[in-house]
């Protein structure tokens, strides 16, 4: 309940903020006396497509540490804890990239990398994660999240988001007005309810049109973080059979924002074409495939 009410609130939070600057620049003056302004509709879009993405990517790792309840265990003395922080130094002075803080949680197996920038970034596991899982399939999961921090992923999927989001905004806006001034024949100054009623139905079929590009452009992402953990280990078995071992286990639910940035999902049915994970099958077998 805490991780919901927290997603909840930083949503309204982050739709407040970028109410206020839209409000503050003008920027929802796009609707005039003489029609509709598209520079200024696209300024409006431009704000809320990008400007929700790019803070929800800025607050990434403190709300990861709230969400999650994790605690950051660089300087631990734990044999285990010392153990996972150097493995995560390890990867990363491989992939080029400054060691990314090391965080443990209570839950299912699964493990998670966020953070705004390569060099300030939080890679997490679970308990869930250690106790079901060999060293060794510990370290592939581990070179799978410090692949996603080298590649620039969570910044790379902010502005794949922003750009589906400002698509949505737009377009549908411009349908709707197309609608509301052409089809429905409103003479008045301002829009109509036609206008309304469309933008809020094409809001929601574009937004599902952006989703499903979105989630294909993660799933992707993820076939190449797995390739990079094989190349950052030196051999691809330890990656297939950490993909094996969380085929057979439950990855639980994480928290909605941080579901892109995991090493497992469960993608059922027509369903799967919204998930931000390939099967497990279609993971190991493009593994098995390389050289």
């Known amino acids: 309940m805490k991780r919901v009410l927290l997603f909840l609130l930083t949503n309204l939070g982050v739709m407040l903020v970028l109410g206020i600057t839209v409000q503050v620049l003008g920027l929802n003056q796009f609707l005039t006396a003489?029609?509709?302004?598209?520079?200024?509709?696209?300024?409006?879009?431009?704000?809320?497509?990008?400007?929700?993405?790019?803070?929800?990517?800025?607050?990434?790792?403190?709300?990861?540490?709230w969400t999650t309840g994790l605690r950051i265990i660089d300087g631990s003395p734990d044999p285990t804890h010392q153990w996972l922080v150097a493995t995560v130094a390890r990867f990363s002075a491989a992939a080029g990239i400054r060691a990314p803080e090391?965080?443990?949680?209570?839950?299912?197996?699964?493990?998670?990398?966020?953070?705004?920038f390569k060099n300030s970034a939080l890679v997490a596991v679970s308990t869930g994660l250690l106790q079901s899982m060999s060293r060794e399939e510990v370290e592939a999961v581990i070179g799978h999240e410090v692949a996603h921090v080298a590649n620039g992923?969570?910044?790379?999927?902010?502005?794949?988001?922003?750009?589906?989001?400002?698509?949505?905004?737009?377009?549908?806006?411009?349908?709707?007005?197309?609608?509301?001034?052409?089809v429905l024949r409103n003479n008045q100054d301002g829009p109509g309810m036609g206008y309304y009623l469309t933008t809020l139905v094409m809001d929601l079929l574009l937004g599902?049109?952006?989703?499903?590009?979105?989630?294909w452009f993660s799933r992707q992402r993820?076939?190449?973080?797995?390739?990079?953990?094989?190349?950052?280990?030196?051999?691809?078995q330890p990656m297939i059979h950490a993909l094996?071992?969380?085929?057979?286990?439950?990855?639980?639910?994480?928290?909605?924002?941080?579901?892109a940035m995991g090493i497992s999902a469960r993608p059922q049915g027509w369903l799967a074409w919204f998930s931000s994970h390939p099967p497990m099958e279609a993971r190991i077998a493009r593994?098995?495939?390389l050289g």
């Open 153 to 182: 992923d969570m910044v790379t999927m902010a502005l794949i988001q922003g750009v589906m989001n400002t698509f949505v905004v737009f377009l549908s806006r411009v349908i709707g007005y197309v609608v509301d001034k052409l």
């Open 287 to 289: 593994l098995q495939q």
């Open 34 to 65: 003489q029609g509709l302004s598209l520079s200024g509709l696209l300024g409006f879009a431009l704000l809320m497509g990008f400007g929700g993405a790019f803070i929800s990517l800025l607050i990434s790792k403190p709300m990861a540490k």
């Open 244 to 259: 094996a071992r969380l085929h057979g286990l439950d990855p639980g639910e994480m928290p909605q924002a941080l579901k």
């Open 102 to 116: 090391v965080g443990l949680y209570e839950g299912p197996p699964n493990a998670f990398a966020t953070g705004a």
């Open 222 to 236: 993820e076939f190449r973080a797995d390739a990079d953990a094989t190349r950052l280990m030196g051999r691809k």
């Open 208 to 215: 599902v049109v952006a989703a499903l590009v979105v989630a």
